[in-house]
Each structure stands twice: as C-alpha cells, then as structure tokens.
C-alpha cells in the first residue's frame, strides 16, 4: 500500500496535469473546487482517476465535497477506502 506522501503527490499531480494550474497553486489544503480547479466534469474525471489509480470505488453516499475538497481530503479518502 502507498504511503500519505507518496498519494498526496500523485493526487497533486493528477490535479496539475488535467487543470493545468501551476504546482505551487496546488498546497495540500487548497480548495480545488472553491478555487475553480474542478468543475462537475473534472470531479467525474477525479472519481475515474481514483478508480483506476488506486482501485477505490466511490458509493454515491460518499460524494461528498468534504471527501473531495482538497489534496488532504482526497488522500485521507483514499486511504480510509484501502484500509
């Protein structure tokens, strides 16, 4: 299983590579949907990314934005799923 780290920085690089915004824009508590990074397209493409990255299948109960809010949230997500 990867480590925090080593999900925060695959996280943050999924982020950087379909938006586009720079990497320092993307800290690990950084808004991404407040801040624009994501509209509803980009969270499908988080979901598929998740899904196909970690093996981390997503119930609708669990859509959430607190799930998905930022680079700390998304990896907390993913490891509760793993565990």
Sequence with gaps: MA??????????KFIVETTYVPAP???DD????????????????LINFLSENFGVKTDDSELMEENFESVNAITAFIERKLN
């Design 25 to 27: 824009d993307v800290q």
């Design 30 to 45: 950084t808004l991404i949907f407040v801040k624009g990074f994501f509209d509803s397209m980009g969270f499908i493409l």
């Design 3 to 12: 480590n925090t780290n080593a999900i925060k920085e695959q996280v943050r």
